[in-house]
Each structure stands twice: as C-alpha cells, then as structure tokens.
C-alpha cells in the first residue's frame, strides 16, 4: 500500500482510527504533537514502506506509528511509519527499559541474554543455510559431472564407430 495509492483524505481516516482522529493543527490526544501537513509528510517520506524493515505495508491494520521514545509524544522526529508486528514486539523492550523495579544492571543483563538468544538462532540459520547451500553445490557438481559423462561416452562411442569402419 503505497502512498501515492492513498487520498490526503485516506491518510486523515487512518490517523482518525488509529490516534483518535485530527483537529485543528493535528492534535487530538495529549501525545499527539503533529499538525496535519506533519503526517501527511511521514506518509509520503515512507511511501508505504515500513520504516525499520523497508517492507511494503499490506493494508491500514499492518501500519503502526512508532515514537522513538515512547516517553516523548507524537512529535516530529519521534514518529516512524512501522509494521505493526515491529512496533508491538518494541513495546515489549520498551517495557522492559522502563521498569522500575529493576535495576538498570539487571535489564542490562537481560538484554544481553535476549541478544545471546538471538545470536544462537541466526548461527543455527545460517548453518542451516550452508548446508542446504553445500547440498545444492554436490547435486549441482553431480549434474555437471553426468553431463560430462554424457558427452564424453558419446564422442567415444562416435570414435570407436569410426575407427572400426577404418
């Protein structure tokens, strides 16, 4: 869903269901700090993109307004266009950093298990890869070879008829 496939009028109807609607300069919530023309322009500098992903949005409901800094408002420069599953997946960090009750060594501590986590699922991806990768290669190098084979029996078979007519 591109922006150029979308009216003004389309984008002041997303911004009414998901931020409550517009008035006056854009400003319908208390976290909502953007006029209008401020919204119109993330739309268009996104382009139905995601703008952490760079994925196309599928429809209205796969778009989520991001703040940066969920602690500051909806404010230029705090706000990207973003999937929606991007936006609700930071939450859960978002909430994590905020907590209160735990001490900033501990939420250090769990982002870096989160992240080993992570880590070990990219290596087991891309070892997965390489073997499918390496899989592909020998079947490719036994079609290479049986062509070859081929092609080589049958110029043997073509010399062996000529030199038997000689």
């Not at 800094?69 to 905020?98: C, F, M, Q, W």
């Not at 501590?109 to 899989?135: H, M, P, T, W, Y």
Request: hydrophobic share 35%; glycine share 6%.
């Amino acid at each position: 869903m591109l922006y150029s496939d979308l009216s003004d009028a389309k984008v002041f109807d997303i911004l009414a269901k998901k931020l409550g609607g517009l008035r006056g300069n854009g400003a319908t919530c208390a976290k909502n700090n953007m006029s209008a023309k401020q919204w119109i322009d993330l739309f268009q500098k996104g382009d139905g993109h995601c703008q952490y992903s760079g994925e196309k949005f599928s429809d209205i409901n796969d778009i989520s307004f991001e703040r940066i800094d969920p602690t500051r408002p909806y404010e230029k420069g705090n706000v990207l266009l973003i999937k929606t599953k991007y936006n609700n997946a930071k939450s859960n960090v978002d909430r994590l950093l905020h907590m209160e009750s735990l001490s900033d060594e501990m939420v250090i501590r769990l982002l870096q298990e989160g992240i080993k986590v992570v880590r070990k699922r990219i290596k087991k991806k891309v070892s997965d890869l390489n073997k499918e990768l390496a899989s592909q290669a020998v079947n490719q190098n036994l079609r290479v070879a049986m062509f070859t084979n081929l092609k080589r029996g049958r110029f043997s078979d073509d010399r062996e008829s000529n030199s038997q007519t000689d």
